[in-house]
């Protein structure tokens, strides 16, 4: 594992070696304005909000909560005293970054720096559901970019996201067991980001810690087991994160191919949003943390495969590697008219169960379906927990 | 596959080849009331509904969303136009049929036609929970009649419900691989409707689509893999068509019988409920996008096999085919006292884990528990999340 | 099975056998408070109140529901006739104790007798994770007593909990397929308590029912598969035992040990709280119902193995027993910058999947989850469902 420059701040669980000093001297008050982006910014990733839980009102976004300093630089082993909280019941790891709280945007959203810019003039683009083909030789080099961007996910609707690469979700990324995967975070976005491959067995700590803006991080990973795995921003809090737009999927193929067929990458992700500026809307924490989700859909748009379908011809082998986002929901996997002769729930091969109409992936997890299409027609695959489903996780796949 | 009267409207994704000719021209007005049923019923599947998401008020049903004209039977190509759509965020699926929205019920209930007739003359019955036996001859003919109906489901509680066959759930079914089922879907309600059988590998374009009152569909397919399937109204909103009561299970044997034993079909599903004409409780669409249910439980009767239980011998292997027909959530089965000796995540025989004390069927899935009955006493049998097996998801197994 | 002394009133499922005498004579009102605690117990298992479903008031605990007598006394079969019900949805295992109405406390939660006394001098304490050794011989003999208790569970938070032992989770007990444990139940709380095993095979109505304070029970088994299973009180209402802290794990291992590795044990739990007597935050039965979580987290305590990381050596193969107790929502386990090499769906050995990022733990279900630490670093644990992960559901694992 190699770093350009390490991000110096928050890790992926952001504050645990944080001992307090003073509960009040860095509250986010208006002097606390900053003086400079840069300052601002270093003082972003030292400063933190305590977040109630469910049923808080918007107004616990507000900057009373206690404020946490960052030693990370001063000691590696873990601090086994008792974090102090706020008052009433929160977590040292359910805070806000006080990036998000800047006056010019609402708080708790994602609606910060560039999300919600020029939105008007966002077209919408369908995202290719193929599985990339794998690159030639045995080392991949990856650039990500973690940047704000408005992102329209159908003709009325461009979310203020925070991305990578500029979309959601991220690009796809196809690998295979025993290659290897470099990959650089370079952050332009206002608050600090990080990444976390679920395909990585690496020390988190060091490889998935957080960057701010302007700052780059490279390591390296070389794939054991073979799947649908996600990746997403692990910074703190992770639930605003990946509920902002900051995920993909990994697929990693085994050494011995798997049978010829067409594959399809399915990354199945929650919108929850409020109102935010240039008629975008922003994804709000309070809601992600309270409710049910606007928006569920595969690939970052709402029923976008039932406008453009996913077309295949009579006698083919269907994979789908599915990936559930979440950031907090399930996916109920199914395809109508079509039964799975195979659900990989572990890596495949081997770890399978046959003639299955719908299984469970679980939230931060992946599974992969597989289908032969000896019928001509139009199946609907959707999630058929269908609170869900009907909000937009539905698309067709055309037999011809 | 037959067909007698092809529906030639609304088909299992309702509106998927929809362009929109004009936002209002068929706005649901007061101008709007059909001069007959028949007109009534043919504008029924034009218009349609936009429905917000989680949070909208029941105003939302109210007939000011945009409207779209079916353009199926001009051409079978899916128009790969992105489907224009109303203000705020709702998609192409969750549409409610506007004749859910005639002034004389609720708007957005299951009150519509006859389901609220009659109500207080409706009797209880207990569900029989026994697998019903395997028909002699290879070709099984059932007929399927759709139509409003209101269910008792407890001494306080009628239901206005939409039915297969006047019950909630509808039939159950039991056929074995390799055996062919047909069947003849005929509709009696107000609403279009359709029947989704898991078991069958069909195109559900043709074999699962909306067929209007007074017409029939006749389809048959040959079950290819063994397990405890849903079956299911298919048409859009399929969380409304489900949620009002349209489902079922059928069980597929294999052909290889397996070991002996009592065999016992437990359909786990959800009501949410809000009040209706004459006494009856009507399922309620944004409830069903927005909140917890009202009551869950097996065979569409809470705690029904607590009041009657389900009885077997000392020694007896019992066989629980669960179904979780949702329309939202899963089912984490589990026997009070008892363990399961086998639970075939997948197509039995072989799929099959050992030594289980809770599993989760997710909706729209099925799975089969076994155990053996070595202890005489009263084994509850419930869904151990306990939010909704407080609900009424919950039995007693009786060893005798 | 012996019982030193039988509780003779709610069973498992209370009121399976009620008949109902008169709906009123019993009801709570003011006239109806109890002469003495002898009295006042044994009412308080006669008498019992309708819990509407989700979104009604907490008003809705006051006495004006339905009121049944208990006449188990009378006959051990079940009565078939159907239980009459109250106004409105609920279930005859939606009951609440009417001990939990005492005015002293807020109806309806589980700040009742002793459990926010001296909350303020209740220490913090981190719940070890490391699965105990087993006991030397083949019978393991224990004994929890059922009470009330205030539990620290993080610096800030006091909740008057329902324990087994006085804390939450209770005990983790460790066994062998084929040895035998023996409990006893003593209660020592206002409501009447049980204890339910999952690694039980055993007749729930004779060995988990209730006993009222001052009363104990004793019953044995002797687990026939091995795995990581939970237990609880199951005493209805259900939910609202489970929700007030009386859970806890079982963890049986085979008789052919498992492979040398550390083993630890996790239960997942969820808090729903309201303000209660002396500071102290009591588990609310209407918030479980109708709501999210405040808090959800692994033994107990929010975020404690962040604060306080578990630790192990580079080569080490971690074992992780995962119990979710609940009392409704599942976890998706997942460890960050690792995979597992093996999930045991069912009872190991065997019934395992491998390769492995996240899988769905089910409410009332458990699985052992393992991998080998190949790499040094700090690696959290999640539930990777965030908007429950972000409560309290993390921990660090850290390899040296």
Redesign the interface.
Known sequence: MKERTTGRLSD??EG?HERERDDHSHATTSEDVPQSRRVFLARSSLLTLAIP???AALAACSPSGATRQDTTGQGAA????????????H????RLDSAVLKPEHRPGTSATGSATQDAANVA?HRRAPELPALPSGNVQRLHFQAREAPVRI????VVAAWTFEGDVPGPIVHTRVGDTVEITLTNDAVVPHSL?F???????????KSVIKGQSLTFAFTP????A??YHC?TA???MH??SGMFGAICVSPREPLPPAKDFVLVQSE?Y?AGAANGT?ASDYQK????????VCFNGR??QY????IRVKVGDRVRFWVVSA?????C?F?V????FDT?H???PP??A????????V?????MIFELVC???????F?N?????????A?G?L?VE
Chains 1, 2, 3 share one sequence.
Do not use: C, W
């Not at 054991?224 to 799947?227: I, Q, R, S, T």
């Not at 058929?384 to 937009?392: L, V």
């Open positions: 992926l669980v645990l839980g469910v049923g873990a601090d086994t005293s008792h974090g102090r909280a706020g008052r009433g019941i977590n040292s790891d359910s919408y159908d003709d009325t609707t976390d679920h395909a990585a067995q690496i020390n988190p700590k060091e490889a998935f054991k087991y073979a799947g795995f996600m692990g809090p992770v639930l990946i509920g919108f949003l809307r992600m943390l309270s409710t049910l989700p606007d928006v709402p029923n039932v406008k453009e379908p979440g950031p907090s929901h399930p109920s199914h109508v008219g079509e039964q659900v729930l572990g890596s081997g770890n169960i046959r003639g299955v109409q719908t299984f469970n679980a939230p931060g997890g992946g000896d019928v001509a027609g139009e199946f609907p959707v058929h927990a269908f609170r869900h489903g009907q909000k937009g539905i067709l055309v």
